[in-house]
């Protein structure tokens, strides 16, 4: 199974990994090479290898730093949050901006190339993909129970929503009529009207 990689300067394990992740993005997983990482980073072959062992690991890598960075800009801002409306609300709305505004190219990655994985590297990603899930569907149990919310099954709000929050990358363009921020606050609305009573 891929390690960590062996990185000793977080804006350089920060730079390898960004600059991979858009190689990754723009050619595939599968057809993109570490020759053409390299030269993205301006860098020889055997520097990158210096610093990671083999293209799996660098998936590996990207994808655990793209969850880190989902988990710090999204997670745990909400997980605090009493009200479970407000925590809804809050969770979409961060993840919303997460994917639109910073347009992370580890979280595309993630989406994407997640079963490129060997068995035991995939297992964990998506260990830490579930709890998400676990709570989303939580939060909109407590909303069902409440009576805020219509009688929905949980686990189907909970995948509607996932749907919608990381397709919009794909469609959407920075600098056209709405505002990163304007289609976040919309797109909540939206669901939120189709969820609560």
């Excluded at 055997?46 to 800009?73: C, N, P, R, T």
């Excluded at 995939?122 to 939060?139: C, D, P, S, W």
């Amino acid at each position: 199974m891929p390690r960590a990689a062996r990185l000793d300067h977080p804006a350089r394990q920060a730079q390898i990994y960004e600059t991979a992740a858009r190689v990754f993005c723009e050619k595939g997983y599968e057809k993109a090479s570490m020759g053409d990482i390299a030269e993205s980073l301006g860098m020889t072959k055997a520097g990158v290898y210096h610093h990671i062992e083999s293209k799996e690991e660098l998936l590996f890598a990207i994808i655990s730093y793209g969850m880190d960075l989902f988990e710090k800009q999204v997670l745990e801002r909400v997980t605090g949050i009493r009200d479970p409306l407000e925590r809804l609300r809050a969770t979409l709305r961060a993840h919303l901006l997460l994917v639109l505004r910073d347009r992370p190219k580890e979280v595309t990655v993630i989406l994407h190339e997640t079963s490129a994985l060997p068995a035991a590297a995939r297992a964990r990603v998506n260990a830490r993909k579930k709890r998400y899930i676990r709570f989303l569907e939580k939060t909109i149990r407590e909303l069902v129970m409440r009576k805020q919310a219509r009688r929905v099954d949980p686990s189907v709000a909970a995948f509607a929503l996932l749907g919608m929050v990381n397709w919009t990358y794909q469609w959407y363009q920075p600098g056209g009529r709405l505002s990163a921020a304007d289609l976040a606050d919309s797109l909540t609305d939206f669901y939120l009207k189709g969820l609560l009573l």
